[in-house]
């Protein structure tokens, strides 16, 4: 199976070329020297949405500069004013934040409509913090505490009184002592807080988890299975991803009546899981010779 999934999409063929050059430009900016994690999530929306196109992925662009812009130059306090200044535009002046209700829209997982509703999943409103952030040169970075996704300001290594600040961008920007992420984490799983999970998010760690939700998010509904293979398909571009995303990724092309293409994807898994899993690797065989014989 080629490492770069070409798209599998039913419409026309120009839509179908447009779509796999900007599956090109994913793979590429995935391995660029430093993955720009707006361009990334701007071009997982514009797979959700073709009419999206070069002009909403630059306005998108303009919009985050533009923001960027209406935060005060340096801002004195230092991880503290950070955090302080972008929650009063971001959380208080435009609204961003996030609701139960967003969990159930697959728009709240793509830039640009979080952009324009001002709502999204807690990792997506991240990233608008980030790269507003970032942009006006403030030291942040994305935490992906499990269960949900907050931001940092300041020394990642830091303390609350030695220069990190972390902060909910889901909440309008609510600063997050220890104690309270302590307690934001026991109320999402449960588990105890460690300093590992502080550590700074890497750009594609944060698309990778964006393109999970996705795909949950799809599986929870059947008919959506086009966005589920459309999610899985981009992950597969990600210089390193789980190996049984391939065998998801053959069941889901044998669903879609493309039974060659899936039972390869198959095999190919059958091959990866043969050295640490033997009995596996003889299912996930069968369900390949089982999908090539719906072709008789």
């Known amino acids: ?105 697959l728009e709240s997982s793509l830039l640009p409509e979080v952009l324009r509703r001002r709502r999204g999943l807690p990792i997506l409103l991240s990233v608008v913090w980030i790269e507003v952030a970032r942009r006006a040169g403030a030291p942040v970075y994305g935490v992906a505490l499990p269960g949900h996704f907050i931001v940092g300001f300041g020394d990642p290594a830091g303390t609350d009184a030695g220069g990190r600040v972390l902060a909910d961008p889901s909440e309008g920007g609510r600063p997050l002592s220890e104690s309270d992420t302590e307690l934001l984490l026991a109320a999402v799983t449960g588990e105890p807080l460690t300093p590992a999970m502080l550590t700074p998010a890497a750009p594609l760690d944060i698309v990778r988890r964006v393109l999970g939700n996705i795909r949950a998010w799809a599986a929870a509904r059947p008919e959506r299975g086009d966005v589920r293979l459309w999610a899985v398909e981009l992950s597969l571009l990600l210089p390193h991803h ?32 043969e050295a640490v899993d033997p009995e596996e690797a003889r299912e996930v065989r069968r369900e390949a010779r089982a999908a090539r014989a719906m072709l008789n």
């Open 242 to 273: 789980p190996a049984r995303l391939r065998r998801e990724h053959g069941h889901l092309l044998v669903g879609r009546g493309d039974f060659l293409t899936g039972a390869a994807e198959l095999e190919t898994y059958a091959e990866v899981a």
């Open 1 to 105: 199976m080629p490492d770069r999934p070409e798209a599998h999409d039913p419409r026309g063929a120009d839509d179908a070329g447009d779509r796999t050059a900007l599956r090109r430009r994913f793979a590429a900016e995935a391995r660029a020297e430093r993955p720009d994690l707006a361009l990334l999530c701007l071009l997982v929306a514009a797979e959700a949405d073709p009419s999206l196109g070069e002009k909403g992925i630059d306005a998108a662009q303009i919009e985050l500069d533009r923001l960027a812009g209406e935060l005060p130059y340096a801002p004195g306090g230092g991880a503290a004013g950070w955090a302080r200044a972008v929650g009063v535009l971001l959380g208080e002046r435009y609204g961003f934040r996030g609701t139960r209700e967003d969990f159930a829209a």
